[in-house]
């Protein structure tokens, strides 16, 4: 499914992020993987706005080892 509804992609258990951009400047799989590790991709368009509404603590929080799994 195409979703761009943010709440949508933040609980998701997987995306992939096709582009880099549409049309015939797309047609590529930028990043596969969880909202956290596709909002961690700086090449991603997707991901620099999931990073944005996710928020660094948060990613930070959800990456740290001392968690006792990494997400990403």
């Known amino acids: ?3 761009h509804n ?3 992609m933040v609980n998701s258990d997987w995306l992939i992020d ?3 951009d549409s049309g015939a400047g797309g047609g590529t799989v930028v ?3 969880s909202p ?5 991709c ?3 368009a997707t991901g ?3 990073h944005s509404v996710i928020g660094e603590a948060v990613l930070r929080m959800l990456t740290d080892s001392r968690c006792g799994r990494k997400l990403r």
């Open 1 to 3: 499914v195409v979703e």
């Open 6 to 8: 943010t709440d949508v």
């Open 18 to 20: 096709i582009g880099p």
């Open 31 to 33: 990043v596969a993987g």
């Open 36 to 40: 956290v590790q596709v909002a961690q």
């Open 42 to 44: 700086a090449h991603s």
């Open 48 to 50: 620099q706005y999931l």
